[in-house]
């Protein structure tokens, strides 16, 4: 699908110079002489290389069309994780490097949406909100008000997040997958 440079935003994926790209940047400039551009910063989703370029207003760029199917995480073995479709019961293993560190947060049964370019799966959506365990945890030091500070603690899947200083090892909270922060207690 066409859309105008000045409509590319953070996070869409274009198509430009055969290759998929993640936008990363968008500045959208107005000069006192000349034309109108967008300055954009971008990825490549295959080669993870980055490219800066110049679009102007009047130009057009394919915008990358993805479909999105969602699917219950099955299991993972030491390359991949594998992940089954609830309506065709279809699996499919996409390789850990595409996924990275959201891997972590992947329970059994877990639903999660994943985008295919191509017949081909190239990123993982997470629900917004996932219930961890803390495995352990700083003790809270003295005098330390709730809103002064947070203390590490690291959870039952491995990763290490800032909590509030009344947390401690065991309890279950709710993290936001988007930046990986504490949202409250259960």
Request: with cysteine.
């Amino acid at each position: 699908m066409k859309i105008n440079a000045s409509e590319i935003r953070v996070g869409m994926l274009i198509e430009h110079k055969n290759d998929l790209w993640q936008v990363l940047k968008t500045q959208h400039v107005k000069p006192g002489k000349g034309g109108a551009f967008a300055q954009v910063e971008m990825k490549s989703m295959n080669k993870n290389t980055k490219l800066n370029e110049r679009f102007r207003s009047s130009e057009t760029v394919e915008k990358a069309s993805l479909e999105e199917i969602n699917f219950n995480y099955s299991y993972e073995d030491d390359n991949n994780f594998f992940f089954m479709n609830p309506s065709s019961f279809e699996q499919i293993q996409i390789k850990k490097n595409i996924i990275g560190p959201k891997g972590k947060l992947l329970s059994e049964n877990l639903e999660v949406t994943i985008s295919f370019y191509n017949n081909e799966p190239i990123s993982l959506d997470l629900p917004k909100q996932i219930k961890c365990k803390i495995d352990s945890t700083d003790t809270a030091l003295r005098g330390q008000t709730v809103s002064s500070s947070y203390k590490p603690a690291t959870l039952d899947n491995g990763l290490n997040i800032q909590v509030p200083p009344f947390i401690e090892a065991g309890d279950e909270i709710i993290i936001d997958t988007r930046n990986l922060e504490y949202v409250k207690k259960i």
